[in-house]
C-alpha cells in the first residue's frame, strides 16, 4: 500500500517560478525522503528531512516536515526547465537493519521556458 | 566508477517463462531492493535484501523470486506465476538505514 500521497498530480509552472509539491503520510515515520525521476529513468534522491527536523535546504530546494499533520512540502525556487520530471515522497519506517520506503505516486513537474 | 547497474534496458518475455534481471552494485552497500513502478504510479516494493543470504517480501512479492548469494549481486526473477509482469524494475542499494541509491531500470514487456 502506498503511504505518501502527493498532491498535486501535476504541475506546470514558466521557468523562473516557484515550484511547491506536497505530501501527506498516515504512520509514524523515521525520516522522509523526496527523489527525483526523468522519464524514463531511475530516480534519484534529492534530500532526506528525519523525523526531529522541521525544515531542511539544499541549493534550489526547500523541504519542509510537520510530523503533527503528517504531512511535508518541497519547494523548488528559481525553477528550470531541467527541473521537469516527475517528484516522489517517501517515507522510511524502521526494518531491523535500515529503512523500510514507501512511496508516494508522484507529482508531474513541467517547467516550460 | 560506482554505482548500481542493471541489466538488460529493455527485456521482452513470451507468455509462461521466466526471466531474471540483474542488478549488480558496488556501493558496498548492505541492504538491496527491488521495486516495480507502473505507468503514472509510484514504486512498490517487490523484495529486499539487508544482508547477504537473507531476504524478505515486500508489498507485491507473489510471482517473484530473489537470491543474494553476494553482497555486489541482487537478482530478481519473474515467474510464469506473475500475471501481469509488463512494468518498469528498478533496483536500489543502500546503507543501514541511509538513503537508497538507483539504478537506471529495466523496462520489461510481455508479449
Known amino acids: 500500500s502506498q503511504q505518501g500521497e502527493e498532491d498535486p498530480q501535476a504541475l506546470s509552472i514558466q521557468e523562473g517560478e516557484n515550484a511547491t509539491m506536497n505530501c501527506s503520510y498516515k504512520?509514524?515515520?523515521?525520516?522522509l525522503q523526496w527523489y527525483r525521476q526523468n522519464s524514463g529513468r531511475g530516480l534519484v534522491h534529492l534530500i532526506l528531512?528525519?523525523?526531529?527536523?522541521r525544515e531542511k535546504h539544499s541549493g534550489r530546494l526547500r523541504v519542509t516536515l510537520d510530523t503533527s499533520k503528517k504531512s511535508s512540502s518541497l519547494l523548488i525556487t528559481a525553477s528550470r526547465a531541467a527541473d521537469t520530471a516527475s517528484y516522489f515522497c517517501?517515507?522510511?519506517?524502521?526494518?531491523?537493519?535500515?529503512?523500510?520506503?514507501?512511496f508516494g505516486a508522484g507529482t508531474i513537474l513541467r517547467v516550460k521556458s | 566508477d560506482g554505482g548500481i547497474t542493471q541489466s538488460p534496458k529493455y527485456l521482452f518475455r513470451k507468455e509462461g517463462q521466466n526471466v531474471t534481471l540483474s542488478c549488480e552494485q558496488n556501493l558496498n552497500h548492505d541492504a538491496m531492493y527491488w521495486y516495480r513502478q507502473d505507468p503514472g504510479q509510484g514504486l512498490r516494493l517487490i523484495y529486499y535484501?539487508?544482508?547477504?543470504?537473507?531476504?524478505q517480501k515486500g508489498d507485491i512479492a507473489e510471482g517473484y523470486s530473489v537470491s543474494r548469494e553476494k553482497k555486489e549481486s541482487f537478482p530478481l526473477t519473474v515467474t510464469s506465476a506473475q500475471k501481469n509482469p509488463t512494468a518498469f524494475y528498478l533496483c536500489?542499494?543502500?546503507?543501514?538505514?541511509?538513503?537508497?541509491?538507483f539504478g537506471p531500470g529495466t523496462r520489461l514487456t510481455v508479449l
Open positions: 517517501a517515507t522510511a519506517t524502521p526494518m531491523e537493519y535500515g529503512n523500510k520506503l514507501v
Open positions: 504512520t509514524s515515520i523515521n525520516n
Open positions: 535484501s539487508q544482508i547477504v543470504n537473507d531476504f
Open positions: 536500489a542499494s543502500s546503507r543501514r538505514g541511509g538513503e537508497q541509491f
Open positions: 528531512i528525519r523525523s526531529n527536523e
